[in-house]
């Protein structure tokens, strides 16, 4: 994956994939703040010029696109922050918004800058001020590893209704972390908020890629309640870059990995190029047998409540509520767990049903 010199460049299928994630997100993203918060900002931090070469969508339509599908947004002030070091792109991109019915309501502000110079001195004037930034989804799109300091992710996940969905191109990071000039070996260690030991201790690992990642995941666990990573791969199946989730919500988290497994039905978080979306499956993995495998190792010997059980898989897993009801219809059927048939308010309960109330004995 090479950065592109063009104005417009083509899209690639791991893009497509990235984009389709996005609009997923978005998609829900919208209408839950929409219904209670009076103000919303959506900020791209590499927005680029708005569309590809063959037309597509880029994520800066996207986003507004979404947007504009949402009733209930009517009454929320809706800003959108669009940034992008280049002139022409930012251009083309303004000129694509020009065609749009954009409502009174939304709020478009398009930055020829550097996402870091933009985003450092809003969060400075906030500062300042003694304001807050209102809930944010920021979407962070680098090539290569310049200008996303971990210092700046941390400042945003600092207000807590901020969430951030970030590139961490690690191939490009992984090739360039021994270069000889100690400006690039910098700002890898901006970018992953490291110090020289922790870097060296992945550079010594076995499997540097998957180094990068759990540094990168557990740097982002200690600034938010929630973090998932999506993997994308290239047409040879090589890792390129991961994207991180990074959330204090709950309901936020449980949207974005819906929209990883909308994406990646087998296993919930990786792409590849290499895959020929025309090739059938033939053998179909049920994510739920494994859900199921967790579940037996986590409560073993337990007794829990099924809306606790259903929480963890939320909260704690990749999994969600679809792959929960399965698994645990799993470990009915083969009598791994015993279900008491009447639940807390003194109903009966249906088989195959996991409502509010249920007491599960594993």
């Known amino acids: 994956m090479t950065k592109p010199s063009e104005t417009l460049w083509e899209i690639e299928p791991h893009t497509s994939a990235k984009h389709e994630i996005l609009r997923r997100y978005l998609g829900a993203w919208f209408p839950i703040l929409g219904s209670k918060i009076p103000r919303i900002v959506y900020i791209d931090g590499f927005c680029g010029p ?28 809706v800003s959108f922050l669009f940034i992008d070091e280049r002139e022409d792109r930012i251009k083309h991109l303004e000129s694509e918004l020009s065609l ?7 709020h478009i502000d ?3 800058n550097e996402f870091e110079d933009t985003l450092t001195k809003l969060l400075d004037d906030l500062e300042k001020r003694g304001a807050h930034l209102a809930p944010t989804f920021a979407f ?55 110090s020289d030991d922790e870097i060296e201790d992945v550079v010594n690992s076995q499997d540097r890629i998957l180094a990068f990642r759990q540094l990168y995941q557990g740097k982002l666990l200690k600034h938010a309640k929630f973090v998932r990573y999506f993997e994308m791969r290239d047409d040879r199946n090589k890792v390129i870059y991961y994207l991180f989730f990074a959330s204090n919500h709950p309901l936020g988290h449980k949207k974005m990995k819906e929209a990883f497994w909308k ?4 296993s919930g978080f990786k792409f590849s190029d290499c895959t020929d979306p025309n090739q059938p499956v033939l053998f179909e993995l ?10 037996k190792t986590q409560f073993s010997g337990l007794t829990q409540n099924s809306e606790d059980v259903i929480t963890f898989i939320e909260d704690k897993t990749p999994y969600i509520e679809t792959h929960a009801r399965k698994a645990l219809i799993h470990l009915e059927n083969g009598k791994e767990i015993s279900i008491e048939q009447i639940k807390a308010d003194g109903a009966k309960r249906r088989r195959g049903t996991f409502p509010t109330g249920v007491i599960i004995h594993f």
């Open 110 to 112: 398009t930055r020829v």
């Open 140 to 194: 962070i799109d680098p090539f290569g590893f310049k200008g996303t300091p971990f210092s700046l992710i941390k400042r945003l996940m600092a207000n807590s209704r901020t969430e951030v969905f970030i590139n961490i191109m690690v191939d490009y990071v992984n090739r360039f972390v021994e270069h000889p000039l100690p400006v690039d070996r910098k700002h890898i260690k901006d970018l992953l908020g490291a």
């Open 50 to 77: 708005g569309r590809y070469l063959g037309g597509e969508e880029g994520s800066p339509i996207i986003a507004l696109q979404e947007a504009r599908k949402q009733p209930i947004l009517a009454g929320s002030e």
């Open 263 to 266: 994406v990646d039905s087998q």
């Open 286 to 295: 049920d994510p739920s047998i494994d859900l199921a495998k967790v579940l």
């Open 100 to 106: 749009l019915n954009i409502p009174s309501n939304f």
